[in-house]
């Protein structure tokens, strides 16, 4: 049984955690090296997408997206889609997709010149299943070192996620506390109960 | 459109059982207290009566206004947000 309470348990943590990963707001130093456009036949990963520009149609199986090719401070390169998340989920609200792309065309930057921007972005890369992170916002910084500053959206967020499970939390525990648990126990104890009388009839008979 | 439309009638229609569970909820309170008030009181008035001027005084204090800020803080938060990812 703990076992598979444990289970339970760390299964939905994982899930909470994951989707807080994926859709809180993230920031990559990073170097842009290209900005294109490439044709996306959604699929199995087409969750993972987001919507066209708002107010073009939305029931096509197929689009242009927008992608910002960059190298990150850190040496890797990331590939970051760009697209209007629009009125839905997730809740950024972003209509400029397409003023975002010429931004980041206008900071595009070789190796032998580098310049660096903070790129904001949610989501994330995977390479099996081609899926990229949305890039939200560009910003020209000084150079590769400068800090990320500090995520005050995700804290505030995340401390109030705290507290609205802890108030769950505590709530159902005094529940049980008061109603569940008393239950539990008398019937646990008639059951003990009626086990002893049940035994000492077996053992009247092994006399 | 029609994403903007969904928005709308979804986000109306959570608020608005937010909106009347948390009326319901802050007027049991309000109710409770007075009782309260008026056990503990001198008990010029018979309870009912003490109970329901307190209820009518409730209605239109500010307290009760303040709920509104569940329709309106959401609003305000999402005109905000576009304002900082479209045009900051």
Redesign the interface.
């Known amino acids: 049984m703990g076992i598979i309470k444990w289970a339970f348990w760390i299964t939905i943590w994982t899930i909470v955690a994951a989707f807080f990963h994926y859709t809180l707001p993230q920031v990559d130093i990073v170097r842009i090296t290209d900005t294109y456009e490439k044709r996306i036949d959604f699929g199995e990963n087409s969750i993972f997408w987001s ?1 066209a520009d ?2 073009n149609n ?1 029931t096509l199986g197929n689009r242009d997206v927008f992608f910002i090719q960059t190298r990150r401070a850190k040496g890797d390169v990331m590939v970051y889609r760009n697209e209007d998340t ?3 989920w997730p ?6 997709t397409t ?1 975002l792309q010429a931004e980041a065309s206008d900071l595009k930057s070789g190796s032998g010149a580098p310049q660096y921007v903070a790129l904001k972005h949610y989501g994330w890369r995977n390479e099996f299943m081609s899926i990229f992170p949305n890039a ?2 560009v910003r020209l910084v000084a150079g590769p070192d400068v800090s990320k500053g500090i995520p005050f959206l995700n804290i505030i967020i995340l401390t109030l996620f705290a507290a609205f499970v802890y108030a769950i939390w505590v709530r159902w525990r005094r529940f049980r506390e008061q109603r569940i648990d008393p239950t539990l126990e008398r019937i646990e104890d008639d059951f003990a109960e009626r086990q002893g009388r049940f035994s000492r009839w077996i053992a009247s008979w092994k006399k | 459109m029609l994403a903007l439309l969904q928005l709308i009638v979804v986000g109306f229609v959570v608020l608005t059982v937010i909106f009347i569970g948390l009326s319901m909820y802050s007027r049991r309170i309000r109710r409770g207290k007075l009782r309260q008030k008026w056990r503990s009181g001198p008990r010029l008035v018979d309870m009912d009566s003490f109970v329901q001027r307190g209820l009518k005084r409730y209605d239109s204090s500010i307290r009760r206004k303040l709920i509104w800020g569940v329709y309106i803080v959401p609003v305000v938060l999402v005109v905000l947000i576009i304002y900082l990812t479209n045009f900051s």
């Open positions: 919507n708002v107010g939305n629009g009125w839905g809740p950024y609200f972003k209509f400029d003023n939200i916002s």
